[in-house]
Each structure stands twice: as structure tokens, then as C-alpha cells.
């Protein structure tokens, strides 16, 4: 097959040359965007009088007609076209006419790709936008059903201090939080225009750059032809976005496989996000969490790889360029999978509050607020954590728990301690006094809860932006 570009050349391209550089099968997820450039571009050639109407018209009805074709199912990619760009081109050219190469005036391959990954960059970050707000939503819900829940708190994965499950919870609302604003920074960076950068260096046509950039509703352009049709920052920032995310996802799924686990026993993920086994009629495997947990090694290799792309490239395009879409079309496609089935089972999870209360009850999580206990009547801390940690060593060896120790028992070991210290070490007591703002008291929880909710407004306002941007 000739190629558009083929003019210099005298032989053709070896099959084995053509099938490794193609990117049709994986970009051709870009036909939407190429042609709706191409649409601007032509538009714009038209308005400037590079094109008379008639020409810009008939190459507009040609790009709309493939754009009906593609998404009935009636065009057929091929490999030799090596990319959407040129598939498209080359259809447009076979149905109408000469007078679709006109269409490639003063734009290269260069700067129409760079256009088309913008364009379908914003897209995502909308649909990934919404999912991530969703998700934030459907923990928000979770934390407010559940609001009298006490949970164990851990460090080191040991039983530590007593914590209300909403704040738990509320800890992967603030860590989604911030990536949706590092999305917002992504977006920022993706919402510029390359096309009209030509190949590197401009074009020598009278174009107007920014009346392509209004109609596709870019909000600025590139200010340098060369670092138009070179950047991939964006996509490095939307990989490392997505790999914090995923990191994030993942270490929320670590905790619901073990909370789900017999041995925990906190929550119960509903059957429709868990599978069984083959051969053990018993098992109920919490398998999202688990994918989830995995695909993180993907985001985060995806990531790496487009840094060592990168590291090396001297200006301007080059085609180790063409393994941006790869790695990042994938990313897109795990984020989506990840946020939207992860809201879901957040909504459908039972809570097992007694079980975690039974713990709670059987363990020395209160043994910061016997301390506290003391230093409030005058010991110092350092002391108040020695006599303590002789009375969690008495109730070890002897099987009870610090509520069991009797009063004269205590008191033997500290004078400090009175007819009080029971109710100081009542859970509740304990999730109650830490009313720091922050802390894990009822108080601050229900305003971090209203809190929470004002940030899930300014981010559906974001969404909403970003929508109306990309209406096109």
C-alpha cells in the first residue's frame, strides 16, 4: 500500500517494520477526537482562507460521515495506515476526493497527535473525576450510617487505641481528597492546546491557533511550537496522579481483606463482590480487593516506564513518543474499573460493630487513657507509662483485662488511681475525650463529617467544569 508519506521512499515497508510501528490497535480508541480536531482544523483553514467554504464544508460532511461509519461498526482499521490519523485521513480521501489532503495543511502528524491525547486526556480526567467523587461520596455515607461504630485502632497491625470506624473511614476520604485535587493539577496542565505547532518549528500559513482552542474549548495554547509536540508532562502527572490513587485503593483494600477475614471478622463484603473456590465449597474470596491490590503494580509500572521514555528524548517528537498511549489508555481503563467498583462495594459491606466491641472489650486498648488518667492527677507522663505498663503485664499474666484489676490492686501500684478509673476506661470514655480538633470523639467526627460534605460540593462543582468542557 503507498503510503501518505511515501514519496521519497522506493521500496515498500517490510510487513514485520509495519506491524511493529503500527498504533492503530490501540489508538485507534482515539477516532473521536482525531476527527473532531481534524473538524476545528478545517474550520479554521476555511475562516482564514487557506480553504474556500466550498472545500471546508466538503471535508467537514466526509469527517462526519467516518465519524457515523466508526461508531456503527462499518470501518475497517488497518495495520499498513499504521494510525488513526492516517486511517482516517486516508477514508476521508477515498470519499471525496483530492480535496481531503487539503485537509492536512498546515498541521503535522506531530501536533495532531499531541492534539488527539489532550483531547482524549480530558475526557478521562472528567469520567475519572466523577468516579473519584462517587467513591468519596459512597465512603462519606458509610462513615455517617455507621457514626456509633468503634473500631480497634492499630499500629504496627498490634491493637493500639479504640477509634470511631466513621473516622477510619473519613482517613481514606482526606487520601482520595487530595488526589482529586492532584487530578485538578492534572487537568490544569492537559487543558492546553497544541495544534499549529506543525511538525516542531509553526506553519507558514496565516492560521489563528486560538480560534481551534475556543471551538474545542481549550482554555490557552502552547507558547512554544517545539514544546507543543514534545510535552508528555501532563501524562507523566496524570500516571504519578493515578499511581498515588491506586496506592491509596490499595491500601484500603489490604485492610478490607483482613477485616472480611474469620480472624477479624469486622465487615462482610456483600456475594456479589466476592467469589468462591473450586474446590472449597467454604471459601468467600474477596477478590476486587484483591485485583485491585494487584493492578496497582500496573499503574505504578506504567508510571516508571513513561519516566525512562522520557528521561532520554532529545527535542522534539520521536517515536518512542507512540508508547505514551499504552501504558496510559490502560491506567484509564484500571482507575475506572477500580473507583467504580470499589463505591459499590463500600455500599453494599455489613458491619460487624459487635464483633469489633467483643475486641475492643478483650484487649488493652484503653491503656493510653489509664495513663492519661494519672497524669491528669499529677504524675508525669514518663511515670504514669511505667506504672501503666506494669498493670497491662499484672492483667497479661493473669488473663483480665485493666477493667478487671480490682481498685486496691491498682493502688498498690500507684496511689493515684481512684473509684474513677473505671468509668475513664469505659471505650466510649475513651473515644469521647479525644475531642482535639482531628481526634476520633463524636464531636469532631460529625463535624469532620460536615466538613467532608462541603468538600464533595466544591468537587461536583469541578465536575461539573469539567463536563461543560468537554461537551463538545
Given at each position: 500500500m503507498t503510503k501518505l508519506w511515501g514519496g521519497r521512499f522506493t521500496r515498500d515497508t517490510d510487513a514485520s517494520v509495519e506491524?511493529?510501528?503500527?498504533?492503530?490497535?490501540?489508538?485507534q480508541r482515539m477516532y473521536r477526537q482525531d476527527i473532531l480536531g481534524s473538524m476545528a482544523h478545517a474550520r479554521m483553514l476555511g475562516r482564514c482562507g487557506i480553504l474556500t467554504q466550498m472545500e471546508?464544508?466538503?471535508?467537514?460532511?466526509?469527517?462526519a460521515s467516518i465519524l457515523a461509519d466508526i461508531e456503527a461498526g462499518n470501518f475497517i482499521f488497518e495495520i499498513a495506515l499504521e494510525d488513526i490519523h492516517m486511517n482516517i485521513e486516508?477514508?476521508?480521501?477515498?470519499?471525496?476526493?483530492?480535496?481531503?489532503?487539503?485537509?492536512?495543511?498546515?498541521?503535522?502528524?506531530?501536533?495532531?497527535?499531541?492534539?488527539?491525547?489532550?483531547?482524549?486526556?480530558?475526557?478521562?480526567?472528567?469520567?475519572?473525576?466523577?468516579?473519584?467523587?462517587?467513591?468519596?461520596?459512597?465512603?462519606l455515607e458509610?462513615?455517617?450510617?455507621?457514626?456509633?461504630?468503634?473500631?480497634?485502632?492499630?499500629?504496627?497491625?498490634?491493637?493500639?487505641?479504640?477509634?470511631?470506624?466513621?473516622?477510619?473511614?473519613?482517613?481514606?476520604?482526606?487520601?482520595?481528597?487530595?488526589?482529586?485535587?492532584?487530578?485538578?493539577?492534572?487537568?490544569?496542565?492537559?487543558?492546553?492546546?497544541?495544534?499549529?505547532?506543525?511538525?516542531?518549528?509553526?506553519?507558514?500559513?496565516?492560521?489563528?491557533?486560538?480560534?481551534?482552542?475556543?471551538?474545542?474549548?481549550?482554555?490557552?495554547?502552547?507558547?512554544?511550537?517545539m514544546d507543543a509536540v514534545s510535552d508528555r508532562d501532563y501524562i507523566l502527572e496524570f500516571l504519578s496522579f493515578a499511581s498515588i490513587l491506586m496506592v491509596h485503593l490499595s491500601r484500603?483494600?489490604?485492610?478490607?481483606?483482613?477485616?472480611?477475614?474469620?480472624?477479624?471478622?469486622?465487615?462482610?463484603?456483600?456475594?456479589?463482590?466476592?467469589?468462591?473456590?473450586?474446590?472449597?465449597?467454604?471459601?468467600?474470596?474477596?477478590?476486587?480487593?484483591?485485583?485491585?491490590?494487584?493492578?496497582?503494580?500496573?499503574?505504578?509500572?506504567?508510571?516508571m516506564a513513561m519516566l525512562t521514555i522520557l528521561k532520554g528524548l532529545p527535542m522534539t517528537y520521536n517515536k518512542d513518543l507512540q508508547e505514551d498511549k499504552e501504558g496510559v489508555f490502560d491506567t484509564i481503563d484500571t482507575l475506572k474499573f477500580s473507583l467504580s467498583v470499589y463505591a459499590s462495594m463500600l455500599k453494599g459491606m455489613k458491619v460487624n460493630a459487635d464483633r469489633m466491641r467483643q475486641v475492643l472489650d478483650d484487649d488493652y486498648s484503653n491503656a493510653t487513657d489509664m495513663a492519661d488518667y494519672l497524669v491528669r492527677k499529677g504524675l508525669p507522663f514518663r511515670e504514669a507509662h511505667a506504672v501503666v505498663g506494669r498493670a497491662v503485664r499484672v492483667a497479661i499474666e493473669t488473663e483480665r483485662s485493666l477493667t478487671e484489676l480490682p481498685l486496691p490492686e491498682l493502688q498498690a501500684m500507684c496511689s493515684f488511681f481512684g473509684p474513677d478509673i473505671l468509668e475513664a476506661l469505659r471505650i466510649e470514655t475513651c473515644i469521647e475525650a479525644r475531642n482535639s480538633e482531628g481526634g476520633t470523639s463524636t464531636a469532631q467526627v460529625k463535624q469532620a463529617l460536615a466538613d467532608c460534605c462541603k468538600i464533595l460540593q466544591s468537587q461536583q462543582i469541578t465536575c461539573c467544569l469539567y463536563e461543560k468542557h468537554n461537551d463538545l
Open positions: 506491524e511493529f510501528t503500527s498504533s492503530i490497535s490501540f489508538d471546508t464544508d466538503t471535508i467537514i460532511d466526509g469527517l486516508k477514508r476521508l480521501t477515498e470519499r471525496i476526493g483530492p480535496v481531503g489532503g487539503k485537509l492536512h495543511t498546515a498541521r503535522s502528524r506531530n501536533d495532531q497527535v499531541a492534539l488527539d491525547t489532550h483531547m482524549y486526556m480530558k475526557s478521562a480526567i472528567q469520567s475519572i473525576a466523577s468516579l473519584l467523587h462517587s467513591m468519596e461520596s459512597a465512603l458509610v462513615a455517617e450510617i455507621n457514626i456509633n461504630v468503634i473500631l480497634p485502632g492499630y499500629t504496627h497491625l498490634q491493637r493500639a487505641q479504640p477509634v470511631l470506624f466513621s473516622h477510619h473511614l473519613l482517613a481514606y476520604f482526606h487520601m482520595l481528597s487530595r488526589d482529586f485535587d492532584r487530578l485538578r493539577g492534572v487537568w490544569d496542565r492537559t487543558d492546553i492546546m497544541p495544534l499549529g505547532a506543525g511538525a516542531l518549528a509553526g506553519t507558514t500559513f496565516p492560521i489563528d491557533r486560538r480560534m481551534v482552542a475556543d471551538e474545542l474549548k481549550f482554555s490557552r495554547i502552547y507558547a512554544n511550537s484500603l483494600s489490604e485492610e478490607m481483606i483482613l477485616w472480611s477475614s474469620t480472624e477479624f471478622a469486622f465487615i462482610e463484603l456483600d456475594d456479589a463482590h466476592c467469589t468462591g473456590s473450586s474446590i472449597m465449597p467454604q471459601k468467600k474470596n474477596p477478590d476486587v480487593c484483591e485485583l485491585v491490590r494487584g493492578k496497582t503494580g500496573r499503574v505504578v509500572g506504567h508510571l
